[in-house]
């Protein structure tokens, strides 16, 4: 269980090897890099399964970055309900996307719904208007507009905007907290 912390230049990193994983509820703030990355199956024949990653925000006010990187197959990772502030992010460049997943596909998560994803500052051209990514080479074909990303069968139901928070790392929408239940620093 990963819960409640508030992280600043730092990562929350699953590594291969990992079972039964929960993160909930932290905030982490890492400028120009990865908020959590899920490691995929290694070499050594070791996984990662049942990874849920749930009411967490993450803050990136560089250019370059992702809330979740996935480096690769994964079995049963749950995604909900997570918000990613990130508006000078510039998509198409570096492997920036709020979601990088280095898979064919997304078959690696059993669930993602929910989460509010930020719009970034700048997607390139090369990007083709796309803010998350899936994909094993990075080519700008792997690149999800967010009508696309919400149609793929594993999500439900993200929004994509940019949020101002207020007292808390939290935020309702739609009648739901979406993020971290934690309160801002005086």
Not at 140 to 156: F, R
Not at 174 to 181: D, I, P
């Amino acid at each position: 269980m990963i819960e409640d912390n508030n992280l600043t230049d730092t990562q929350i990193y699953i590594k291969s090897g990992s079972h039964h994983v929960i993160a909930d509820n932290n905030v982490i703030k890492f400028d120009n890099d990865k908020a959590i990355v899920v490691d995929g199956h290694d070499a050594q024949d070791r996984s990662v399964n049942d990874v849920t990653i749930i009411n967490n925000t993450a803050v990136n006010m560089g250019t370059k970055g992702n809330f979740l990187s996935l480096k690769g197959a994964a079995t049963n990772v749950v995604m909900k309900d997570n918000l990613f502030i990130a508006p000078n992010l510039v998509v198409g460049a570096y492997g920036t996307a709020d979601v990088y997943a280095n898979t064919t596909d997304l078959s690696s998560f059993s669930e993602i719904d929910g989460n509010v994803w930020a719009i970034p500052g700048t997607i390139t051209k090369w990007a083709n208007s796309g803010i998350n990514y899936v994909g094993t080479t990075y080519t700008s074909e792997g690149h999800e507009t967010s009508t696309d990303w919400n149609a793929l069968p594993q999500v439900g139901t993200d929004t994509f905007e940019n949020v101002s928070l207020t007292d808390s790392y939290q935020i309702m929408l739609g009648g739901a907290k979406v993020g971290a239940a934690m309160a801002l620093a005086a």
